[in-house]
């Protein structure tokens, strides 16, 4: 079992990093990973790939686990532990938001809107084949800050995920 590591470790940025064969995904949906000491999981929906840090920002919980399911029309994973929902796409936090009237003094619905640097996400490709450009090849991002850093290298969360 690796060993805890610091939430501010930065990987290279832009470096496309084969983490399994391209088989890999036929018959699950799932894959949780560690690539350079970073817990992420690749999901497959359909025949689009999505990839993501696993631990969820929230408290720490079994984001990857959850189930997939449309949040205003956006495909969006739940996290098992207190139903947050992100959006696979990058990992932003749905919210139906309120607006004050100050004339009126109420509060009415202000539609949907979604947080910034939330869950982080990662691209992710496949390539067909069993050369050594095939496979399934990740790009890990490192750029700004997401509230899912914090839980990035934690071994312990990561228990959760991939047991
Ligand atoms: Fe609370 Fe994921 S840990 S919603």
């Known amino acids: 079992m690796a060993a805890e590591e610091p939430a501010t470790r930065k990987e290279e940025p832009g470096e496309w990093l084969r983490v399994a064969d391209s088989s890999a995904l036929s018959e699950k949906d799932r894959l949780h990973l560690q690539v350079k000491g970073r817990y992420i999981s690749i ?23 959850g189930d997939i399911e449309d949040v205003n029309g956006e495909r969006c994973i739940r996290c098992p532990w207190h139903d947050y929902s ?42 067909a084949g069993d050369s ?19 839980f990035a290298y934690n071994a312990s969360a990561a228990k959760n995920v991939t047991s």
Not at 88 to 107: E, I, N, W
Request: proline residues 6%; hydrophobic residues 30%.
């Open 43 to 65: 999901l497959r929906h359909g025949q689009v790939l999505h990839c993501l840090d696993s631990i969820c920002y929230h408290t720490g919980g079994p984001l990857a686990l």
């Open 86 to 127: 992100v959006r696979l796409v990058d990992g932003a936090k749905p919210y139906q938001s309120m607006k004050f009237d100050p004339v009126t003094r109420k509060l009415s619905p202000d539609g949907w809107k979604y947080t910034q640097n939330t869950q982080r996400t990662h691209e992710v490709m496949s390539r």
């Open 132 to 150: 050594p450009e095939g496979g399934i090849w990740v790009r890990l991002s490192s750029g700004g800050k997401f509230e899912s850093d914090q």
